[in-house]
């Protein structure tokens, strides 16, 4: 079986922010060919979005590399994929009762169509995702890493806003 890694998995390394060190963990396992995984191709934009926003050529190069090297299969958007994320989108909600987001549908009908075991995020929108899919975060459940991490986050931002 195959594992999905969201968006949010890649980002956390990238920038080093808290908990990176699991998600870190995680990649190495998916290098070294002890787990599989995949990624939608909708991630691509996803992932290399900050790097353009900061013309960072560099950087997305860098994450380009990483990708390629970690052996992470990516999944092109199909007609099935596409279908699924639209019943995904008419029936799941976020903890805030939002409809999930277009991208996160994506990135789930991708790990029910490539028959993932789990999928991994960081992102607490998929916390009430009913799904055939395990959804944790590296290492954790998604609830201890929001506990652990993800005030530290909200912290740093709030921090950074405020020198703004």
């Not at 060919?33 to 560099?58: C, H, M, N, W």
Request: charged share 30%.
């Amino acid at each position: 079986m195959s594992a999905v890694i969201d968006t949010t998995v890649f980002l956390r390394l990238a920038f080093e922010e808290p908990g990176w060190e699991h998600c870190g963990r995680l990649l190495d396992s998916v290098y070294s060919g002890e787990q599989k995984a995949v990624i939608s191709a909708i991630q691509i934009s996803e992932l290399y979005t900050p790097f353009e926003r900061a013309k960072d050529r560099e950087g997305r190069e860098k994450l380009a590399a990483v990708i390629e090297r970690s052996r992470v299969k990516v999944v092109r958007v199909d007609d099935q994929i596409a279908g699924m994320s639209a019943q995904i989108r008419a029936t799941e909600k976020t903890p805030k009762g939002n409809w999930l987001a277009l991208a996160d549908s994506m990135i789930l009908a991708t790990a029910l169509t490539e028959q993932a075991s789990t999928l991994y995020t960081l992102d607490m929108d998929f916390s009430r995702v009913s799904s055939r899919v395990k959804i944790v975060a590296p290492g954790m459940s998604l609830e201890t890493w929001n506990e652990t991490f993800g005030n530290q986050i909200r912290s740093k931002k709030r921090r950074q806003s405020r020198r703004a």
